[in-house]
């Protein structure tokens, strides 16, 4: 059965501050793998996304990395600023398991001004 | 730009009372999911439907039905709320292959008293 692990849970960084957030996986027969964004309150916003031949995404100031044989991947964010606090969730869909995704826990990110 | 929008943001309702969920895309995707969302269980999926009339179970379908009858609603309904389906519900759709990125909608809260 497919886990999705994301540590830490929390992270608090000064404004300006590049960091890595991670994501893990066991399983990694996966078709792709998504990353999302999440005010509190409210619905997921879909960041990047990663198919499984590729090994990142860039977007802005985010880049997302896949490494498959390891199961893991990273969201990378560069220059951070006090609106990029939130929550971001990371999920895989599984090459057997029907378009469903596994979500991780997610990390709770704070950027102080 | 993609969009998924749900009927209610907050919704309070009874216990036992029949509960719809409503939710719309305008991005002719012929994939649509339901989550829901619970602190420290994370994003589980509840149903998914390929297509009109098309529906598949997910984790936890029990206590729940689904009703796709135009491709661009996918409604979840409570058959008779319970207390421990108090939680956040969230409607996502896909675009299909290659990618099959899913999109989120803005979620719904529902309190069941």
């Known amino acids: 059965k497919q886990e999705v692990t994301q540590i830490p849970a929390a992270l608090s960084v000064p404004e300006g501050e590049n960091l890595v957030l991670n994501c893990s996986f066991t399983?990694?027969?996966?078709?792709?793998l998504q990353w999302f964004r999440q005010d509190p309150g409210k619905g997921l916003t879909s960041l990047l996304l990663i198919q499984s031949s590729q090994r990142e995404q860039t977007s802005g100031r985010l880049n997302a990395s896949l490494d498959k044989s390891s199961g893991r991947s990273t969201l990378y964010i560069a220059a951070s600023q006090p609106g990029d606090s939130a929550t971001y969730l990371c999920?895989?869909?599984?090459?057997?398991?029907?378009?469903?995704?596994?979500f991780g826990q997610g990390t709770r990110l704070t950027i102080n001004p | 730009d993609v969009k998924v929008t749900q009927s209610s943001r907050y919704l309070v309702k009874r216990t036992g009372e029949k509960v719809f969920l409503e939710c719309v895309q305008d991005?002719?995707?012929?994939?649509m999911f339901w989550y829901r969302q619970d602190p420290g269980l994370g994003l589980r999926l509840i149903y998914f439907s390929y297509d009109v009339k098309m529906k598949e179970k997910g984790d936890i379908p029990e206590g729940y039905s689904v009703s796709r009858e135009k491709k661009e609603r996918f409604s979840l309904i409570l058959e008779s709320a319970s207390t421990n389906q108090t939680s956040m519900y969230l409607c996502?759709?896909?675009?299909?292959?290659?990618?099959?990125?899913?999109?989120f909608g803005p979620g719904t809260r529902l309190t069941v008293t």
């Open positions: 991005m002719d995707h012929e994939n």
């Open positions: 999920a895989v869909m599984n090459v057997q398991g029907a378009q469903k995704l596994v």
């Open positions: 399983d990694s027969a996966i078709y792709n």
């Open positions: 996502a759709s896909s675009s299909g292959h290659p990618s099959y990125e899913q999109y």
